[in-house]
């Protein structure tokens, strides 16, 4: 089964910044398009950002918009997120996930591979 591996996740004070990312080693994330999700306790799983297989195409939760950027670097074999301007609800578990389709998509339940999650905690 091939899984993505995310890291960069930790403990940041509100109004802080982290810069998660997922790698894939075993498969060729140019071919896919990419996206991060979180959960946090008791909550279910939530989109926070896709990315096209170009990069060029990005979709963003409401609650994320012009704090998060999501970006890759193909030649890498890369997938980051950015989080800027962190607040407390921002605490979750942060998942990576691919799928092979042109197309995005906020439904969890499309794409085919996930990695294991990396926590990001914001608090004072």
């Known amino acids: 089964q091939l899984q993505l591996v995310e890291s960069g996740g930790g403990l940041v004070e509100p109004g802080g910044s982290l810069r998660l990312s997922c790698a894939a080693p075993?498969?060729?994330?140019?071919?896919?398009?990419i996206a991060w999700f979180r959960q946090a306790p008791g909550k279910e799983r939530e989109f926070v950002a896709a990315?096209?297989?170009?990069?060029?195409?990005?979709n963003y939760a409401d609650s994320v918009k012009g704090r998060f950027t999501i970006s890759r670097d193909n030649a890498k074999n890369l997938l980051y997120l950015q989080m800027n301007s962190l607040k407390p609800e921002d605490t979750a578990m942060y998942y990576c996930?691919?799928?092979?389709?042109?197309?995005?998509?906020?439904?969890?339940?499309?794409?085919?591979?996930w990695g294991q999650g990396t926590q990001v905690t914001v608090s004072s």
């Open positions: 996930a691919a799928r092979t389709s042109l197309a995005l998509t906020t439904n969890a339940l499309l794409y085919q591979y």
């Open positions: 075993g498969f060729t994330l140019a071919y896919h398009a």
């Open positions: 990315c096209s297989q170009s990069g060029i195409t990005t």
